[in-house]
């Protein structure tokens, strides 16, 4: 939620497609360097909201492949998706005819709206206390399946 919340305001705003175009623009050597600095800054602001900003003690449990914490990873990944799916359903992604290079600045520049907006979402008071799906523990429930045919 807190990711489309984030994202909603950067989808209509006109600054967007100037901020795409400077990343895609700034390439000495051919890499494009002001692009490659912004995710930079996405990846260690999200690690940063999520484990350093001490707005609640968030634990490391089976990440995955032993070093990418499933939190940060879904979190990333969720605000990405979100941001690609946004950005083609209005229209933003293709208009004016962009070249490959601008067309990831774009989604860059919105996810990271989106990636700060999930991040915030999933730390503040009030989320779920749950327990993951995979650590839940159904043997002492009596469940009985009858079939009807």
Not at 85 to 98: A, I, T
Request: glycine content about 12%.
């Amino acid at each position: 939620m807190g990711s489309v919340l984030f994202a909603l305001p950067l989808l209509v705003e006109g600054g967007v497609f100037e901020i795409a175009a400077w990343f895609a623009a700034a390439t000495p050597g051919g890499v494009p360097v002001f692009l490659l600095v912004h995710v930079g800054f996405v990846l260690v602001m999200t690690a940063g909201l999520l484990y350093f900003a001490d707005f609640r003690q968030i634990e490391i449990s089976h990440p995955i492949l032993g070093i990418v914490p499933r939190r940060y990873a879904g979190i990333l990944l969720v605000s990405l998706f979100t941001s690609v799916l946004m950005m083609v359903l209005w229209g933003r992604l293709h208009e004016g005819d962009p070249g490959a290079l601008e067309r990831v600045s774009r989604v860059a520049f919105v996810w990271a709206g989106a990636a700060f907006g999930a991040s915030l979402g999933d730390i503040l008071p009030g989320e779920s206390q749950g327990t993951d799906i995979e650590h839940l523990d159904l043997t002492g429930l009596d469940l009985e399946f009858t079939r009807d045919d």
